[in-house]
């Protein structure tokens, strides 16, 4: 059974940092695409960081220069660095892995940004 657990949300100040950590229970995680989605409340559910199996990054405006995504293949881990944070940047994130008709999701973790 596919598992994908997150961790490390959790209240900070605008302008702080949080590193989210992505644990899955994937036989082939190497060969995955990974990425980090959030959803405000009201809002849809909207990729903020993607990384492809061979490493390659991409993220949308609205973070770019202030949040990093990695993957650890030996630990089967994929984390968000996030910078600078925002109160728009409060949600909950959820972490995803896709390959073929595989489409896995964890169950989230909630990034409070608020003085």
């Known amino acids: 059974q596919v598992q994908l657990v997150e961790s490390g949300g959790g209240l900070v100040q605008p302008g702080g940092s949080l590193r989210l950590s992505c644990a899955a229970s994937l036989s082939l995680f190497s060969v995955y695409a990974m990425g980090w989605y959030r959803q405000a409340p009201g809002k849809q559910r909207e990729l903020v960081a993607g990384i492809a199996s061979g490493g390659r990054t991409n993220y949308p405006d609205s973070v770019k220069g202030r949040f990093t995504v990695s993957r650890d293949t030996k630990k089967k881990t994929l984390y968000l660095q996030m910078d600078s944070l925002k109160p728009e940047d409060t949600a909950i994130y959820y972490c995803?892995?896709?390959?073929?008709?595989?489409?896995?999701w964890g169950q989230g973790t909630q990034v409070t940004v608020s003085s």
């Open positions: 995803n892995a896709q390959w073929g008709n595989y489409d896995h």
